[in-house]
């Protein structure tokens, strides 16, 4: 290449770099713009107000000196429904693990039967997640009475939305050198998920599991609004009573139990993980 | 020198005109033809790209080509995808990543070799007969890897790792073993070692190995008979005598208007 077609190379080259970059301003200005009407919007439409929240403060203060001082006799009534927070979402979590073995595998694209049954899997599974534990509650509440039962069943359904969608997204990135590997050997499809597949999901499963087991306590404590067991009612029949001292103690035992059974969940999943 | 007399004319493998393309537009096998026989150690040696694995996973039927017949044992296995099962039970399969089950044992992934003998329904408790335990100890006496059966596979150094898989081969008493670059991860003096475990198991016990390679060196100083291969093509059979700089180079780098030419 002769010195002179170099340096048109290279001029070439520099204004080709600053067409690109000039492409790129635009387009994040454009982006941004569309970014803060659409947060402008937003705020407009729910009424966002910092006024609001200062005209509420006495109001808030008012609520928190009522809940002053927690009365702490309480919580020895509190530990029976404490102990039903923790056995229902245990219970919970245990059903939404058996679940998601099934589940996870009919809607990983490597291990379904059929293209069909993986999508409607995945449709089952995304309507499972979209449905909040409350409303889970609400509807098993009418269906199978008052009380806890409800409440496991309410966390059963959620988690296993949630649990057999990350398992069957780990499914589907498994190594497949090992997976060829089985089925070179004429293993059959069934034996290949078996000692190919179910070995590499088996540690981000059970981690999962665990981390679920910690959210499903967090939800079990509020189940009893709707009438499903545990701190949740102590919650809201003290709330109803206006005993906002026992209120207090109860808001103190779902922050401890939430504290408690993060601290055991973690150390569980270093542990498997 | 030291073949068995008897077994090594019968024919193992036949392979007529076969071809794969991928997507109808990646010509990978352009017409194979080729003939091997019982307890044969034949080294396919060519360039990374040349068709060598594609043509190892359409014997064991991982791929399905696109024309041609493959016969085992004069039995034709191409087209009918009924006893697909016993097929790849029959053919060993190595790879170049070894692709042990990392979180099992030794021992579980060398049982894994006989899966194919076994029902699916039996295999949901994690159990095997006593009798395939037995023959697993044995394929990994044979590699002398019995002595690591219980430590989990993903502990072991590659040459371990890969010398399980020969048992894990093994344990499927298949009549073939196909080896897709088994040895391109390891270090020389590793790789020389799994060459010689390869090149045993066909002397002992009759099995014949396909090995492909593409490092001249190990050919020359391991194969009986080498195919050369280039662009989906067979350009070279016969022995490592044979292989002399023009056959090499005939592999290696083809002249760019002959590939041209071919395209067409
Ligand atoms: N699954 C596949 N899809 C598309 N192309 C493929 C696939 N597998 C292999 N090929 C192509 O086929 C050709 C031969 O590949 P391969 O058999 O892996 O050669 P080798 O093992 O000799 O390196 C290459 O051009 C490769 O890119
Ligand atoms: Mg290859």
């Excluded at chain 1, 009424?47 to 020895?76: E, H, I, N, Q």
């Excluded at chain 1, 039962?149 to 296993?160: E, K, N, P, S």
């Excluded at chain 2, 502990?155 to 391109?184: F, K, M, Y």
Aim: aromatic share 8%; with cysteine.
């Amino acid at each position: 290449m002769t010195a002179v077609s170099f340096e048109t190379a290279v001029s070439a080259g520099l204004a080709r770099e600053a067409q690109v970059r000039h492409r790129r301003y635009i387009k994040q200005a454009v982006w941004g713009a569309i970014a803060i009407a659409v947060l402008w919007y937003a705020a407009h439409q729910i009424k966002f107000s910092p006024y609001a929240v200062a005209a509420g403060v006495p109001f808030m203060w008012d609520f928190l000196t009522r809940l002053f001082p927690p009365d702490l006799s309480y919580m020895s009534v509190l530990g029976s429904a404490t102990i039903e927070t923790i056995q229902i979402a245990i219970w919970g979590t245990l059903l939404a693990i058996i679940l998601s073995i099934p589940f996870s595998l009919l809607g990983a694209r490597n291990t379904t039967p059929h293209i069909i049954v993986f999508h409607a899997t995945r449709v089952f599974l995304n309507a499972l997640r979209a449905i909040n534990e409350l409303v889970f509650a609400l509807i098993f509440v009418s269906a199978v009475g008052l009380g806890p039962f409800a409440g496991v069943l309410a966390i059963a359904l959620h988690a296993t939305g949630m649990l057999a969608k990350f398992v069957a997204e780990e499914i589907e990135s498994v190594d497949k050198g090992q997976i060829e590997a089985q089925l070179s050997t004429g293993a059959s499809r069934m034996q290949v998920i078996l000692f190919g597949v179910i070995p590499q999901v088996i540690p981000s499963f059970v981690g999962y599991s665990i981390y679920r087991l910690d959210v499903s306590i967090r939800s079990a404590t509020v189940l009893g609004l709707v009438g499903a067991g545990g701190l949740g009612f102590s919650l809201i029949q003290t709330m109803k009573l206006f005993k906002y001292h026992q209120t207090a103690t109860c808001i103190l035992v779902i922050f401890l139990l939430v504290l408690v059974s993060d601290w055991i969940c973690g150390k569980l999943r270093r542990k498997v993980i | 020198m030291l073949m068995p007399n008897a077994q090594n004319t019968t024919t193992m493998l036949s392979v007529r005109g076969l071809t794969k393309s991928y997507g109808g537009t990646i010509h990978a096998l352009r017409g194979i033809d080729m003939e091997v026989k019982k307890g044969e150690f034949l080294v396919i040696l060519g360039p990374s790209g040349a068709g060598k694995s594609t043509l190892l996973r359409c014997l064991n039927r991982l791929v399905e080509p696109t024309e041609g017949q493959i016969f085992h044992n004069d039995v034709q296995i191409t087209g009918n995808r009924r006893n697909l099962r016993a097929v790849r039970r029959d053919f060993g399969m190595v790879f170049q990543q070894f692709n042990l089950v990392r979180r099992l044992s030794v021992l579980t992934n060398v049982l894994t070799g006989r899966l194919a003998y076994r029902s699916s329904w039996r295999s949901l408790f994690y159990n095997f007969p006593q009798e395939d335990k037995r023959i697993a100890i044995e394929c990994l006496a044979r590699v002398n890897m019995d002595h690591k059966a219980f430590q989990r596979a993903d502990t072991l150094s590659g040459g371990e790792q890969q010398r399980v898989a020969i048992a894990r081969a093994l344990a499927q008493q298949p009549t073939v073993i196909l080896a897709d670059e088994p040895v391109a991860s390891l270090d020389p003096k590793i790789a020389r070692q799994v060459l010689t475990y390869l090149r045993e198991v066909a002397h002992e016990l009759g099995i014949t190995v396909l090995c492909n390679l593409h490092q001249v060196e190990y050919t020359r100083e391991y194969a009986e008979r080498i195919v050369g291969m280039s662009k989906g093509r067979i350009v070279f059979d016969g022995t490592g005598a044979e292989l002399t700089d023009d056959v090499i180079h005939r592999i290696y780098y083809r002249d760019p208007d002959e590939e041209t030419a071919e395209e067409k």
